[in-house]
Every structure is written in C-alpha cells, then in structure tokens.
C-alpha cells in the first residue's frame, strides 16, 4: 500500500471507481430486496393462519360436495365461506398483490379471536356495510387512514371493486386486509344468486399446525378447486422473483466486469510502470509468487477499502432513503441485508478476478532479469 | 568458495550463433575481490549474471563451497542466502524510504537496527526518511550499497557500480565498498581499472576468453 500513498492521485481513483460501483450494487440490490421482501410481506405472510380454497379456472363456485370434503378433512377445524379479491399494494419499483377477503361478521369475528388479531384502530367491519378493516402495514402502504373510502369507486386504479369505507386497522401475522358486505356478490344477488349458499371461496383454518393441514392441502388432486396455501403462495413468489433475481445479477455482472475492466486498465498501467522494482526484488531473491502475492494483497485491499466505504455510503444513503420515502409507504428496507452483502462481495471478487487476470498474464510472460539488463 | 568451471555462453545473432565466451573458469575465495574487466561487448556483464545466478550458462559448472548452484531451480534462494547486487542503476524503489529500501533486501528478518547503523556507516544517517528523488546519484548508490551489505551476504556481485556516477565519487562508492565488505567476497565487472583497489585480482574478459 506503500505505492498508494506515495502516489495518492493514481490510489484515490481506483478507489474511487470501485468504491462508486459497490455503491450502486449495494444501493440496487437494497432496493430490489426491499421491494420484494415488501411484495412477499403482502403476499405469503397474508396466509399465515389460514389457507385459501378457491374454485378452478372453469367453476364459478365450489361445489357442496367439494366443501363437505374439506370440512369433514381430520386436518381442518372449519371452513368460513368467503369472497375474495386482490388488491395491491405499492413498492419502490413495482406492485404487488395483496388479499381482501369478504367474509360473514360472525366468521369474521371468529377470525380475530382465534388469531388474536389485535384491532389498533376503529373496529370490525359489520354486515349490512361496506365496510373493511386493513392490516396496519397495507393501511400504511396505500397511504390511507381509518375512515377513507377504498376500491375502484375512489381509485381508478384499484382492482377491487366497489367502494368500501376502512373502518379499522389492525396488528397480526395475517399482512391482510377483511370486509364484510362485497359489492360484487350483491350484485349476484340482485340476479337472484343465493348469497348464503353459494361458495364463491373459501377461507381454510387447520386443527393443529397449518403446516400440517397445507402439506395435506397441497397434495389434494382436484380438477374443481384449488388451494392457495402459504406453501403454494411462496412456491408462486419464488417463480415470479427468480426472472428479477436473475436480471438483477446480471445487471450486476455487467457492472462489475465492466467497472473491472476500467480498474484492470488503470492497474496494468500501474504495475507495468513498477516492473523496475518487480526486476529488482526478484534479482536480490524474492520469487515471483511471492512478488505476485504482494500484488495480489495491495489489490485485494484497495478492493476491500472501497467496499467499506462503499456499504457505508450506501447505508447511510438508504437510511435517508428510508426515512424520506420507505417508511411513509410502509415499505420496509434492511439496511444491512445479506443480498446486497452477497452481490457486493460478488462484484468485488469479479474485480480482483478479473483485474489480476492481465497482471497474472503479464507476470508469468514478463523475464524480470532482463528489466535489469536492459538498464 | 566460489567456483566456476568451464562456462560457455553463446546467443543467436539473425541466422548465426554468436559466441560470447567459452571455457571459461574462475574461483572467488573469501574475502577476493575480483575485477572482471573487458570493453563493451565482451560479455562481462554476462558472466558476472551467471556467476551469481541471474542467468544460466549454455555449458559448464558453478559451485558455492562445493555444492553445485549452476543446475538448480531453487535459484532466487541461493541468491537470497548468499548472494547482494549493487547494479550500474541503483534500483531504488521510488515510493519507498532509504531504510525501507535497505530493508526491503531481506523478507524475512526486519533488519531495520542493521540498516540504520549501515546507513549510518555509509553516512546516510540523516536520509534514512528521504524517498530515492530526494538523493544525489552518489547517495543513491550508496543506499544500493547498504541495501546489498544488509544481509551479511557471502558475495557481493556489483555490475559496474559506478559506470553512472562522476569519476571522485565512482572512487569513493568502491572505498566504502571495500570497507564494508571485510567478510565478503566481492565480484565486480567495470572498464574502468582506475577506481580499483590494488588488492583486487584482475581477469580480464577479451575474445571470448577469460585471462587472470
């Protein structure tokens, strides 16, 4: 390092690119996970406590049959008759799902105490009304508050329709919003469609564990219904991510063999100007693995002093980030994470790769003795 | 000590092999300071980078106290062992210290106390913080002196040491030599037989042929 600080102009460049590039890995890898952590919040943690069933693509409804069998299943203690729709939710890049479930006032009832669900604000919806209560994190998200009308009545962009007034919020497992009376289904009743017998959907509580009751669920071979399971949910996430996750290291591969490449021309140049003192070292006894290895050490550590510096600036950027924006969404955002760790270090190990490559090159065709001849 | 035993060295020149000496044969005892002495071309840079293993010979045979160093490849800690290198350019390390670059010789022991009483001795005590550009080209060599010296090695191999420097200080960059190096062999190629001690044996290196 002793090089660097003699020549500071030639060390704060190269610092500087790597430390610019581990910025922006660091700030878009944070950013991505923040979005998707908030989607899987709004999507997999909504069935924490229960599971969903659901008729096929083809059947409006589910049939008697279909609904004594889940009933009378050892692994469920009770099925709520349920109407349920999706509304979304907003993150800093994208939206993601989030459920509405219109169930009975009873059933509803039921729900919040066995689940213990702990009403922050307001209270439950009653029947008779169009009326929903939101997790406290969806309510933040969309930027509503206790007493707000929500749907497609108020927003021209939301998928649920109808217009409903929030009458409460409330904290637990379930990141989900509840209503009562749906908009939809009373207009099938007004077509004369039984709202009391007729199973649009169905909301699946478990006897005992519901990782039980969903391994039972996942393994039901249905051609009328289907179940959304927290399981199943996840496994559909994880489908949908993996085209991002795998665009985001892509992008991040670019950056990193691009930024490389930069660094690898500035450093060539640097260790081809000190061939000199490689000549000599290696005359007065050091090997050339040992003259490597110093190389290798010097910039392993400029790599490793950017990166710090680099997750540093980064976490402070996302902390204003954080406080200015993410927070007022709901949107959660880990300052520290692992992925943006993994991709970062991943960045830098494709620098010192690919930086050494050429100097490795140069190194095992370079015959240090005639350096000293040549003088 | 030191024994060299039939050395032939030859390059090729376009079509033809150039022949720049043969046979040649040479034995340093300790404490000898041997002069390789020849004009330009004669190949006496060539033989002393044999000597001390820098470069491998066509033919023939080094040995250093009976062990042969010519066919090893445990070169650079022969070199590292037993051998210091004073060069007509100094080859100095520009972003280090005086004393770093003294100590810079061994990657084993920090000889930072050695260097320090070295510099001293060299009368570069003073200068031990200085970069190489902050020196005189008389002082740098000097530093190549100490830098050599540090180690205690057996043979110091110096290639025209002084070739860059001016005629008075060329003369006292041999004294200091001379008077640093009681317990080691010194190997010293120049064109230059004025800057020698009188003590020193000559061979001179004409013709491809090595004249004691």
Same mark, same amino acid.
């Given at each position: 390092?002793?090089?660097?600080?003699?020549?500071?102009?030639?060390?704060?460049?190269?610092?500087?690119?790597?430390?610019?590039?581990?910025?922006?890995?660091?700030?878009?890898?944070?950013?991505?996970?923040?979005?998707?952590?908030?989607?899987?919040?709004?999507?997999?943690?909504?069935?924490?406590?229960?599971?969903?069933?659901?008729?096929?693509?083809?059947?409006?409804?589910?049939?008697?049959?279909?609904?004594?069998?889940?009933?009378?299943?050892?692994?469920?203690?009770?099925?709520?008759?349920?109407?349920?729709?999706?509304?979304?939710?907003?993150?800093?890049?994208?939206?993601?799902?989030?459920?509405?479930?219109?169930?009975?006032?009873?059933?509803?009832?039921?729900?919040?105490?066995?689940?213990?669900?702990?009403?922050?604000?307001?209270?439950?919806?009653?029947?008779?009304?169009?009326?929903?209560?939101?997790?406290?994190?969806?309510?933040?998200?969309?930027?509503?508050?206790?007493?707000?009308?929500?749907?497609?009545?108020?927003?021209?962009?939301?998928?649920?329709?109808?217009?409903?007034?929030? +009458?409460?919020?409330?904290?637990?497992?379930?990141? !989900? *919003? /509840?209503? &009562?009376?749906?908009?939809?289904?009373? #207009? @099938?009743?007004?077509?004369?469609?039984?709202?009391?017998?007729?199973?649009?959907?169905?909301?699946?509580?478990?006897?005992?564990?519901?990782?039980?009751?969903?391994? +039972?669920?996942?393994?039901?071979?249905?051609?009328? !219904? *289907? /179940?959304? &399971?927290?399981?199943?949910?996840?496994? #559909? @996430?994880?489908?949908?991510?993996?085209?991002?996750?795998?665009?985001?290291?892509?992008?991040?591969?670019?950056?990193?063999?691009?930024?490389?490449?930069?660094?690898?021309?500035?450093?060539?140049?640097?260790?081809?100007?000190?061939?000199?003192?490689?000549?000599?070292?290696?005359?007065?006894? @050091?090997?050339?693995?040992?003259?490597?290895?110093?190389?290798?050490?010097?910039?392993?550590?400029?790599?490793?002093?950017?990166?710090?510096?680099?997750?540093?600036?980064?976490?402070?950027?996302?902390?204003?980030?954080?406080?200015?924006?993410?927070?007022?969404?709901?949107?959660?955002?880990?300052?520290?994470?692992?992925?943006?760790?993994?991709?970062?270090?991943?960045?830098?190990?494709?620098?010192?790769?690919?930086?050494?490559?050429?100097?490795?090159?140069?190194?095992?065709?370079?015959?240090?003795?005639?350096?000293?001849?040549?003088? | 000590?030191?024994?060299?035993?039939?050395?032939?060295?030859?390059?090729?020149?376009?079509?033809?092999?150039?022949?720049?000496?043969?046979?040649?044969?040479?034995?340093?005892?300790?404490?000898?300071?041997?002069?390789?002495?020849?004009?330009?071309?004669?190949?006496?840079?060539?033989?002393?980078?044999?000597?001390?293993?820098?470069?491998?010979?066509?033919?023939?045979?080094?040995?250093?106290?009976?062990?042969?160093?010519?066919?090893?490849?445990?070169?650079?800690?022969?070199?590292?062992?037993?051998?210091?290198?004073?060069?007509?350019?100094?080859?100095?390390?520009?972003?280090?210290?005086?004393?770093?670059?003294?100590?810079?010789?061994?990657?084993?022991?920090?000889?930072?106390?050695?260097?320090?009483?070295?510099?001293?001795?060299?009368?570069?005590?003073?200068?031990?913080?200085?970069?190489?550009?902050?020196?005189?080209?008389?002082?740098?060599?000097?530093?190549?002196?100490?830098?050599?010296?540090?180690?205690?090695?057996?043979?110091?191999?110096?290639?025209?040491?002084?070739?860059?420097?001016?005629?008075?200080?060329?003369?006292?960059?041999?004294?200091?030599?001379?008077?640093?190096?009681?317990?080691?062999?010194?190997?010293?190629?120049?064109?230059?037989?004025?800057?020698?001690?009188?003590?020193?044996?000559?061979?001179?290196?004409?013709?491809?042929?090595?004249?004691?």
């Amino acid at each position: 390092m002793k090089y660097y600080l003699a020549n500071k102009s030639k060390g704060i460049s190269i610092l500087f690119v790597a430390f610019l590039s581990i910025f922006c890995v660091y700030i878009v890898s944070a950013l991505v996970s923040s979005m998707l952590e908030t989607a899987r919040d709004a999507n997999v943690n909504a069935v924490t406590s229960f599971s969903f069933v659901m008729p096929q693509d083809s059947a409006l409804t589910i049939s008697e049959e279909d609904w004594t069998e889940i009933e009378n299943m050892p692994e469920v203690r009770a099925v709520y008759q349920a109407f349920i729709e999706s509304s979304y939710i907003d993150t800093i890049l994208a939206k993601a799902n989030s459920f509405v479930v219109f169930l009975g006032e009873d059933d509803l009832n039921r729900l919040f105490q066995d689940n213990r669900y702990e009403i922050i604000e307001g209270r439950l919806p009653v029947d008779g009304a169009y009326e929903v209560i939101m997790h406290e994190r969806i309510l933040r998200n969309k930027g509503l508050q206790v007493g707000d009308f929500f749907g497609s009545d108020y927003d021209d962009g939301e998928s649920v329709v109808g217009g409903y007034q929030i +009458v409460g919020s409330f904290r637990g497992d379930d990141v !989900i *919003s /509840f209503g &009562t009376d749906n908009c939809q289904v009373d #207009q @099938y009743q007004d077509i004369g469609v039984d709202a009391d017998t007729t199973k649009y959907a169905g909301v699946v509580l478990p006897q005992g564990a519901l990782e039980e009751m969903n391994q +039972v669920l996942d393994h039901v071979d249905s051609e009328s !219904i *289907s /179940f959304q &399971t927290r399981s199943d949910i996840q496994r #559909q @996430y994880d489908e949908q991510i993996q085209g991002i996750n795998l665009l985001m290291a892509f992008v991040i591969l670019i950056v990193a063999v691009s930024i490389s490449i930069a660094i690898g021309a500035v450093l060539s140049t640097v260790y081809q100007s000190r061939m000199d003192e490689y000549g000599i070292l290696f005359a007065i006894g @050091y090997r050339k693995r040992m003259i490597f290895a110093s190389i290798s050490k010097e910039i392993l550590l400029l790599l490793l002093i950017s990166w710090i510096l680099g997750i540093g600036a980064s976490v402070l950027a996302l902390g204003g980030v954080n406080q200015a924006i993410f927070s007022k969404m709901g949107q959660s955002i880990a300052l520290l994470n692992a992925n943006s760790f993994l991709y970062t270090g991943l960045a830098i190990a494709a620098m010192f790769v690919i930086t050494l490559l050429p100097i490795i090159r140069k190194f095992a065709k370079t015959d240090l003795i005639t350096i000293i001849e040549r003088r | 000590m030191l024994k060299a035993e039939n050395l032939s060295l030859s390059y090729q020149d376009g079509r033809t092999r150039r022949l720049i000496f043969s046979n040649v044969s040479l034995t340093v005892e300790e404490g000898d300071f041997v002069a390789i002495l020849g004009p330009s071309g004669s190949g006496k840079s060539s033989l002393l980078y044999i000597l001390s293993t820098l470069r491998a010979a066509d033919s023939g045979r080094i040995s250093l106290n009976d062990v042969v160093i010519s066919d090893t490849k445990k070169t650079c800690e022969i070199r590292y062992q037993n051998f210091g290198f004073i060069f007509q350019q100094h080859f100095l390390i520009p972003h280090l210290s005086v004393l770093e670059n003294v100590m810079a010789a061994d990657y084993r022991v920090k000889r930072r106390k050695e260097a320090i009483e070295l510099l001293e001795q060299l009368g570069l005590g003073d200068h031990i913080r200085k970069r190489p550009h902050e020196l005189s080209g008389g002082e740098r060599q000097r530093v190549a002196i100490a830098r050599a010296l540090v180690k205690k090695p057996r043979i110091i191999f110096a290639d025209e040491p002084t070739a860059s420097l001016d005629g008075k200080t060329a003369g006292e960059i041999i004294k200091l030599l001379t008077a640093h190096c009681k317990d080691a062999s010194i190997v010293c190629t120049t064109h230059d037989p004025a800057i020698l001690p009188k003590t020193c044996k000559v061979a001179h290196l004409t013709d491809g042929n090595l004249l004691l």
